[in-house]
């Protein structure tokens, strides 16, 4: 399986179902991008719900697809589908939502989690920036600071304090449920992610997170890319910055 869809009600769930990590690679892309367009065009429904089958949102990109050349749709094509989609995207998350998972998560337009989601941007680990717009959009979600101790080292936040910080809007024993049923109004009473202030920079934070990770990450380039991007975010506007 790669994409199943549903009607609950007046939400129809888009469902990642490759278990047990539900990596994106191709056929999630694609199975995303048409599912949207098909229940769009569902005049019964008010909402689409993302969520991941199993115990896992989406733990990231497939990395069977590293070492292939890229393949359309891209990610960065399916992130802005979700956000411009004519219906409200709700993701329901629970366990790891990472990497492309949180790319996914951060072009919807509210987000509910449970208490074993886990959400982040490790890409740093692996030795690249995240490349969907999560730089961009992270900061202007939950301010720069709290990007900035996020992204440069790869660090995730758990449910908790993902709410506190914003970047999870609700909790929920059964998101998806609570995704199907919530009440849209503040979410939509609020722009897109992309479409949000720039953040207020951070200087300080800046300066410090580039002494973390010349301490603790040595070497490596990613990490200061990362700042660099973030960083940008409090000066540009979202399409320059990506």
Not at 111 to 134: C, F, H, K, M, N
Not at 183 to 212: C, G, N
Request: aromatic share 2%; charged share 20%; proline share 7%.
């Amino acid at each position: 399986m790669s994409i199943v869809t549903d009607i609950r009600g007046t939400a129809g769930v888009i469902l990642i179902d490759r278990v047990p990590v539900n990596a994106i690679n191709h056929d999630i892309r694609s199975g995303i991008l048409y599912a949207l367009a098909e229940l769009a065009g569902n005049p019964s429904l008010d909402r689409i719900v993302l969520a991941g089958a199993g115990k896992i949102f989406a733990a990231g990109a497939d990395a069977g697809e590293f070492s292939k050349p890229p393949t359309d749709p891209g990610l960065p094509k399916v992130v802005a589908a979700i956000e411009a989609s004519s219906l409200p995207v709700v993701a329901a998350i629970r366990g790891a939502c990472l990497g492309g998972g949180l790319e996914l998560a951060l072009a919807c337009r509210w987000r509910i989690a449970d208490q074993t989601a886990q959400l982040g941007l490790p890409e740093v680990v692996l030795g690249v920036v995240p490349g969907s717009g999560g730089t961009q959009r992270l900061p202007r979600l939950v301010g720069m600071e709290t990007a900035l101790s996020m992204i440069p080292q790869g660090r995730s936040l758990k449910a908790a304090a993902a709410c506190e910080a914003g970047l999870v809007d609700a909790l929920d024993d059964d998101p998806l449920k609570a995704a199907c049923e919530a009440d849209l109004a503040a979410a939509l009473a609020r722009p897109p992610i992309s479409a949000m202030p720039r953040p207020l920079a951070a200087p300080e934070a800046a300066a410090a997170a580039r002494k973390t990770v010349a301490k603790k990450m040595r070497g490596q380039r990613a990490p200061a890319e990362a700042i660099t991007l973030v960083e940008l975010t409090a000066d540009t506007d979202f399409e320059t910055g990506l």
